[in-house]
């Protein structure tokens, strides 16, 4: 089993990614996709007039506050328009894809985080009314059912609350919490950089391997979202997950090249 | 068996709704659920700067011109802020619900319409770029699948084409062909009027049935939208659906109050 997880950002070829998800789904891999959807959040969210905020916690990690507007607009993106434009391009090219987000069948489960620390101007500020929290449980029994029965789980946050309620979860580590549940052999995050880099944005400065046991002395060298891959990576290749590999999304055959080991490969 | 579909009109209460179902479901009845979200779609897209078009066809049928940015809308609404907004309130309520579109699983294949003829100041003009379509074609597997697993499906236009395009499809039509495929008992459909009105929009005129061998004939009283469900409620009793309920959504308890026969009931 491979859990492909591609992210949100611009740049990265959609077309490219689903030619040849199906081309290898068709050739027999057992695959689950996982999608993202940022950069299509922030355009539709400037529209509608509810610009997307940014909060960065004490220990530098950057996130997106979910209040309940942004909320809907965040699954309008990622379950609307980002999931469904996927399942068509496989249905195209005659994959059985089924769409879904992480609140169907409570594929993942976590803590609703209503409140937020967020470094302003130096100072520790707390702001309310977020929709965030970390995957703790995955429920893999509705992925198993449809992996098992010939349709391809296409899968993105947001995940839900014990009581409910829709909670935005970072989809790195989402994927790394699903790859861990379903013992996949691969995990694979593919984004519009080439991988793990020494000097980012030098993309000849590539790390090109990893060693399982030494993945957070890496995080050094992530800058802005990449530290959430490094940080999922290291949870994934904890949790049993034979490899990690950081790909690039921005190329023709981009799960293949990367499954030949081109990227940044933890294993 | 038994497919509600409710309406995307203003003054439907879901959380009503979705409490009722909930109530049902874990009681026992078997259900699927089906919903539109027309008018949030048209505050949408007027938002985001590319207004609703609707166009009457020669025979006096309306319908929603979509052209692909309109498809792109029309997803994130019904797909993304209403599928999963139905689905939030029914886990709330401890149902396992899965939200999925026509698309998933190919769940409503059609043909996809191109052109449309639209009637405009007395004249016929042919629109192009057009994703509309009807459901040909209902593969249940998915849904039994889900349905006999422990989950609730619920279900949103669009469609899918044979060639794999999203086609916008009138939901009402598109679950009486679900309700014939599924040989449901009964066929719901819930919206912000009691049912149907002889002299519309006078709620003391409602019809409070009609012989399903004479539903067409009932196609005089229907206004607008009404007209759709007519026709879904014709094709559904001919495709052998015991019996099917135009009921109301504003109200608590929606589902009950129509299943004891409170509506217009064709049967």
């Known amino acids: ?54 909060v960065t916690s004490p220990s530098g990690y950057t996130s997106r506050f979910t209040d309940r507007e942004t909320l809907e607009i965040f699954q309008m993106v990622y379950c609307g328009k980002m999931n ?14 089924v769409g879904l987000s992480g609140m169907d069948g409570r594929i993942w489960e976590g803590k609703h ?6 470094v ?51 989809g790195d580590r989402a994927s790394a919490a699903l790859a861990t549940a379903l013992k996949a052999d691969t995990m694979m995050l593919l984004s519009n950089i080439p991988g793990l880099l020494r000097n980012f944005p030098d993309e000849s400065s590539l790390i090109e391997t ?23 990576a290291a949870e994934a290749v904890e949790g049993g997950v034979g490899q990690v590999i950081f790909g690039d999304a921005r190329i023709e055959n981009p799960v293949s090249y990367a499954l030949e080991g081109n990227g940044t490969v933890i294993s």
Do not use: W
């Open 113 to 118: 985080k209503t409140k937020v620390r967020s």
């Open 120 to 170: 302003e101007n130096g100072k520790i500020k707390i702001l309310r009314g977020d929709h965030t929290g970390t995957v703790e449980k995955v429920n893999t029994h509705l992925i198993e059912l449809l992996s098992s029965n010939g349709y391809l789980p296409v899968l993105t946050p947001p995940a839900i609350s014990y009581e409910g309620v829709g909670i935005n979860v970072d």
């Open 1 to 54: 089993m491979i859990v492909i997880k591609v992210g949100g950002s611009d740049g990265i070829d959609y077309d490219a990614l689903c030619a040849d998800v199906a081309e290898l789904y068709k050739a027999g891999k057992k695959l689950i996709l996982v999608h993202g959807g940022s950069a299509e959040t922030n355009r539709v969210a400037e529209a509608l007039g509810h610009p997307p905020k940014f």
């Open 84 to 97: 469904k434009g996927i399942v068509e391009r496989l249905q195209k090219h005659g994959v059985n894809a």
């Open 210 to 232: 990893i060693p399982a046991n030494d993945v957070e002395s890496y995080l050094e060298y992530a800058k802005d979202r990449m530290k959430k891959k490094v940080l999922g």
